[in-house]
């Protein structure tokens, strides 16, 4: 029996630029993205229907969850109904600015080219990404790249060293859309410096890029949200650059090497209430592993999205 795993890694924004509202409602984005080594596991077996089921009880696991719809999407590819059962070990918070939805959309894109044998080319892939939510096409590569458009236009970047991050989450989620809605350009915050941004991570100048980096949407979530603010200049008073990912309200902070104080900011969160993890910068995205159980030549081998 053939058991497709799959590594779905959540991202953070190091920049997130609007540049106005399209006519399609969406905004035209300029972000920065970064996979962090945070991710979901989903367990894929073959059955005769589509089936879905999670660690959190909490989750949705109808049609409206990302990874359904992904699935339906390949069924559309593929030309026919093929079944398969899904269990997705839940590990990236929802609602939190981490794309954990989008991440694990494009795990089942990854794994169900390869296992279907549809063998689409990525940018066939990120065509369908596109249609299942925003940021799915990043998610699909992954690693460091520029993501311009909806979300739809993705450029690669070199890839980043595997900084320390830390990830906090007030134990409050925000809809983005929502966040969108109240953004109004005249009442936003410090645009990032994008030209910058990008020649800092050629040049994998961490200094450089967080005094360029910036969220528009960060004051937006800070009114609606006022933990995170507060947060935001408690962890920098520790030294640390810290940045809100997405629409949030998570925060992440990069962590020089040697630094000793995770431990003790996390007990502090923690007691609180919030969600804390402690990770590093990631050169991917999704990761797929095919194992074939049993028989002579049972064994695993892992493929990416270009199904190499
Ligand atoms: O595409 P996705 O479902 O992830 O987007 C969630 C919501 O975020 C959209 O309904 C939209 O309101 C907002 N959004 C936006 N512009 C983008 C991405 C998302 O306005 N580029």
Not at 9 to 22: E, H, Q, V
Not at 96 to 116: E, F, K, P
Not at 154 to 165: K, S, Y
């Amino acid at each position: 029996m053939t058991v497709v795993k799959a590594l779905a890694r959540a991202k953070i924004n190091l920049s997130l630029d609007i540049l106005g509202k399209r006519s399609d409602g969406y905004h035209e984005l300029e972000s920065v993205m970064q996979s962090v080594s945070l991710a979901d596991e989903l367990i894929f077996r073959p059955a005769a229907g589509v089936s879905l089921t999670a660690s959190d009880p909490n989750l949705a696991v109808d049609e409206s969850n990302t990874v359904l719809r992904a699935v339906r999407r390949m069924q559309e590819a593929a030309g026919s109904a093929r079944g398969v059962e899904i269990f997705l070990q839940k590990r990236i918070p929802s609602g939190a600015g981490l794309g954990g939805g989008s991440a694990d959309a494009a795990a089942v894109l990854v794994a169900l080219n390869r296992w279907w044998g549809l063998n689409l080319p990525l940018p066939a892939l990120e065509e369908i990404a596109a249609d299942v939510g925003s940021d799915v096409p990043f998610c699909l590569t992954g690693g460091t790249a520029l993501v311009r458009g909806r979300g739809e236009r993705v450029t690669r970047l070199p890839p980043l060293p595997a900084v320390r991050i830390l990830l906090v989450k007030p134990p409050v989620s925000v809809e983005t859309a929502e966040v969108y809605r109240r953004f109004q350009a005249a009442a936003a915050g410090r645009r990032p410096e994008t030209e910058r941004m990008i020649a800092a991570v050629k040049n994998g100048e961490i200094h450089e890029l967080t005094s360029a980096w910036g969220n528009l949407l960060e004051k937006v979530t800070s009114e609606l949200r006022p933990e995170v603010a507060a947060a935001k200049k408690w962890l920098e008073s520790y030294g640390l650059p810290v940045l809100m990912t997405g629409s949030g309200p998570t925060l992440f902070a990069l962590l020089p090497e040697g630094f000793r104080k995770s431990r003790e900011i996390e007990a502090i969160l923690k007691e609180k209430g919030w969600w804390t993890h402690e990770g590093r910068l990631a050169g991917e995205g999704v990761e797929v592993r095919i194992c074939w159980k049993g028989g002579e030549d049972g064994g695993e081998k892992t493929v990416g999205p270009d199904c190499s």
